[in-house]
């Protein structure tokens, strides 16, 4: 298990434990964690899953494929630490790692 | 009742109702919430099961929307198969097929859609299908496999999935479609065209122009019969040829319906207590200023929103470009808008390259839907556009040289 926090835009703090192999998108929806949509359910086809990768984990989760960083572009307030969590899959190495949400997905 | 404290009471745990319970507790509803669905699975997507399902690539656990023990941790009382047979709108209850009354404050209707049934004779043999559930899935993907031949009725979205994972698979494949092209009601020429090239070229036949008149077969199907006199042999066949909402509850309640549930932007039909949402509801879609049923798991998502929201006296959501989106080999299909009051096309890209977006324009150049052909740059801005009504000039749209940013950015 790897713990994730979740910061939500006003602040408040989310932190749970994600199975390896599931990506972050999904370690959000299956505790109901506001703040991450997911409406197209990880099939990188909505942008509704964007989140700020902590400063210091950007190098452990690694940058966005093409196809990805081309949905990226047009995202609300979309930053150079922006990720579509769908696409980030949890891995040991990710043990803390910590994201925060847009004001909005939409 | 007062404020969130009361019943809720969520008919169909499919896609919007299984989100709606979810929002509800995110939203701060403290009051019971009940949701009722005629499946025997907790609330599922339904995408994956024309594509990734069907192909073997995904099982039930990655289907779930939530995982099973998130209905006990959020206290949603989960009742599955269970159907409800009757509102009484004076009692404020709903009436469960075997007779049980369940009590409501407020009720949300969401009993989504089935599958258009095709009026020939012979589809009761064994091994015709329609797709609509999980179950549907699993009865496909056995009659499915190398060598095995289905003939596909109606070239939707459905049909051309269930068409590219029926050939991952190593069946033969037949498309039967009435129109002159595929996805006629829901997309334009040039897409349809290049979507039935594509298909072609991997291996996929089609019968465009062609009438069913009958299925024939001793137990199970064996041949389609069209009305030009030809049968087609099949071991499996698909009926793909649309949906019909799940209207007739509220219907009986004297909820007014007109292809759907009618309802308002806050997804409230017009019994003060019950609101509608999913492919059962007919609802406002404000930018382009019509009512319209949309079958889409973002529709479905946005309404239950929109009923949380109003439940639980948050301010309403902003409203979203209807958008949609299909997956087929390595085609990543994205749609947002509705093509309604369209002038023009504008195509950027090429066809051959499998990369291109078809753009609709009304008279004075406003976006009103994009078509995206693994295209997502074209996508995600022509969302943009639709949304802002920002005219764009169609010169600089067609030339790939100028940058989606730089045509957004007008
Ligand atoms: C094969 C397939 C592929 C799809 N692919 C895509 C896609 O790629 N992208 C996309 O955006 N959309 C897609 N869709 C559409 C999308 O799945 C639907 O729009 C979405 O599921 C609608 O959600 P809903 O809750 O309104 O209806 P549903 O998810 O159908 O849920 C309704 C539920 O209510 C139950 N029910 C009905 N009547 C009663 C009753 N009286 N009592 C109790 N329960 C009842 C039904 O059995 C069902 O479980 C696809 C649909 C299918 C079938
Ligand atoms: S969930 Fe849709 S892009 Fe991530």
Redesign the interface.
């Given at each position: 298990m790897a713990k994730i926090t979740y910061v939500e835009f006003n602040g408040t703090e989310h932190t749970v434990e994600v199975k390896p192999g599931l990506s972050v998108m999904e370690g959000a929806?299956?505790n109901?964690i506001?703040g991450i949509?997911a409406?197209?359910?990880g099939?990188?086809?909505?942008?509704t899953c964007h989140v700020f990768v902590d400063p210091a984990w950007t190098e452990k989760v690694g940058g966005p494929s093409a196809?990805e960083e081309?949905?990226l572009?047009?995202?609300d307030g979309v930053q150079p630490n922006s990720r579509l969590s769908c696409q980030i899959k949890v891995r040991d190495e990710l043990d803390g790692l910590i994201v925060k949400t847009p004001e909005?997905q939409? | 009742m007062s404020g969130t404290d009361g019943r809720v009471v969520i008919v169909g745990a499919g896609h919007a109702g299984g989100t709606a319970a979810a929002f509800l507790r995110q939203f701060g509803w403290t009051g019971e919430i009940v949701l009722i669905g005629d499946e025997p699975l907790i609330p599922y997507h339904r995408p994956p099961l024309s594509k990734a399902w069907l192909k073997g690539e995904a099982d039930e656990e990655s289907l779930a929307l939530r995982p099973a023990d998130f209905y006990g941790e959020q206290a949603l009382a989960l009742r599955l198969n269970e159907q409800v047979a009757r509102i009484d709108t004076a009692a404020h209850a709903v009436i469960l097929s075997h007779g049980e009354r369940v009590a409501y404050d407020r009720l949300i209707l969401a009993t989504g859609a089935r599958a258009r049934p095709l009026a020939v004779p012979g589809v009761g043999l064994q091994n015709v299908f329609s797709l609509r559930s999980a179950a549907d899935a699993e009865g496909i993907k056995r009659a499915l496999g190398i060598g095995r031949r289905i003939a596909i009725i109606g070239g939707g979205y459905i049909g051309l999935e269930v068409a590219a994972s029926a050939r991952a698979l190593g069946a033969e494949v037949t498309v039967i479609e009435r129109e002159a092209r595929l996805l006629a009601r829901v997309a334009s020429e040039p897409l349809s065209r290049f979507f039935e090239a594509y298909h072609r070229a991997r291996g996929v036949r089609f019968e465009l122009g062609a009438q069913v008149a009958a299925l024939d077969g001793t137990g199970a199907v064996e041949a389609v019969h069209l009305s030009d006199g030809r049968a087609l042999a099949c071991d499996a066949a698909l009926i793909g040829v649309g949906a019909l909402p799940n209207e007739e509850l509220a219907r009986e309640a004297g909820l007014t319906c007109e292809n759907g549930v009618v309802v308002d932007e806050a997804a409230r039909t017009s019994d003060p207590h019950i609101y509608a949402i999913g492919d059962m509801s007919c609802r406002p879609i404000a930018l382009y200023g019509r009512r319209h049923r949309l079958e889409s798991v973002p529709n479905a998502i946005e309404q239950a929103r929109q009923a949380a929201s109003d439940l639980c006296g948050k301010p309403a959501p902003a409203p979203e470009v209807p958008w949609f989106w299909s997956d087929q080999y390595d085609l990543k299909l994205q749609i947002a808008g509705l093509a309604f009051d369209v002038d023009r096309l504008v195509l950027r890209g090429d066809l051959d390259e499998a990369r291109f977006a078809v753009f609709h324009l009304d008279a004075r150049n406003h976006v009103q839907a994009v078509e995206a052909v693994n295209a997502p740059a074209e996508f995600m801005a022509g969302r943009q556009l639709i949304q802002q009504r920002k005219q764009v000039a169609p010169e600089k749209l067609r030339d790939m040289s100028v940058s989606m940013k730089a045509v957004a950015a007008g």
């Amino acid at each position: 298990m790897a713990k994730i926090t979740y910061v939500e835009f006003n602040g408040t703090e989310h932190t749970v434990e994600v199975k390896p192999g599931l990506s972050v998108m999904e370690g959000a929806i299956r505790n109901n964690i506001p703040g991450i949509d997911a409406d197209c359910g990880g099939a990188c086809a909505c942008a509704t899953c964007h989140v700020f990768v902590d400063p210091a984990w950007t190098e452990k989760v690694g940058g966005p494929s093409a196809m990805e960083e081309s949905m990226l572009d047009f995202a609300d307030g979309v930053q150079p630490n922006s990720r579509l969590s769908c696409q980030i899959k949890v891995r040991d190495e990710l043990d803390g790692l910590i994201v925060k949400t847009p004001e909005n997905q939409h | 009742m007062s404020g969130t404290d009361g019943r809720v009471v969520i008919v169909g745990a499919g896609h919007a109702g299984g989100t709606a319970a979810a929002f509800l507790r995110q939203f701060g509803w403290t009051g019971e919430i009940v949701l009722i669905g005629d499946e025997p699975l907790i609330p599922y997507h339904r995408p994956p099961l024309s594509k990734a399902w069907l192909k073997g690539e995904a099982d039930e656990e990655s289907l779930a929307l939530r995982p099973a023990d998130f209905y006990g941790e959020q206290a949603l009382a989960l009742r599955l198969n269970e159907q409800v047979a009757r509102i009484d709108t004076a009692a404020h209850a709903v009436i469960l097929s075997h007779g049980e009354r369940v009590a409501y404050d407020r009720l949300i209707l969401a009993t989504g859609a089935r599958a258009r049934p095709l009026a020939v004779p012979g589809v009761g043999l064994q091994n015709v299908f329609s797709l609509r559930s999980a179950a549907d899935a699993e009865g496909i993907k056995r009659a499915l496999g190398i060598g095995r031949r289905i003939a596909i009725i109606g070239g939707g979205y459905i049909g051309l999935e269930v068409a590219a994972s029926a050939r991952a698979l190593g069946a033969e494949v037949t498309v039967i479609e009435r129109e002159a092209r595929l996805l006629a009601r829901v997309a334009s020429e040039p897409l349809s065209r290049f979507f039935e090239a594509y298909h072609r070229a991997r291996g996929v036949r089609f019968e465009l122009g062609a009438q069913v008149a009958a299925l024939d077969g001793t137990g199970a199907v064996e041949a389609v019969h069209l009305s030009d006199g030809r049968a087609l042999a099949c071991d499996a066949a698909l009926i793909g040829v649309g949906a019909l909402p799940n209207e007739e509850l509220a219907r009986e309640a004297g909820l007014t319906c007109e292809n759907g549930v009618v309802v308002d932007e806050a997804a409230r039909t017009s019994d003060p207590h019950i609101y509608a949402i999913g492919d059962m509801s007919c609802r406002p879609i404000a930018l382009y200023g019509r009512r319209h049923r949309l079958e889409s798991v973002p529709n479905a998502i946005e309404q239950a929103r929109q009923a949380a929201s109003d439940l639980c006296g948050k301010p309403a959501p902003a409203p979203e470009v209807p958008w949609f989106w299909s997956d087929q080999y390595d085609l990543k299909l994205q749609i947002a808008g509705l093509a309604f009051d369209v002038d023009r096309l504008v195509l950027r890209g090429d066809l051959d390259e499998a990369r291109f977006a078809v753009f609709h324009l009304d008279a004075r150049n406003h976006v009103q839907a994009v078509e995206a052909v693994n295209a997502p740059a074209e996508f995600m801005a022509g969302r943009q556009l639709i949304q802002q009504r920002k005219q764009v000039a169609p010169e600089k749209l067609r030339d790939m040289s100028v940058s989606m940013k730089a045509v957004a950015a007008g």
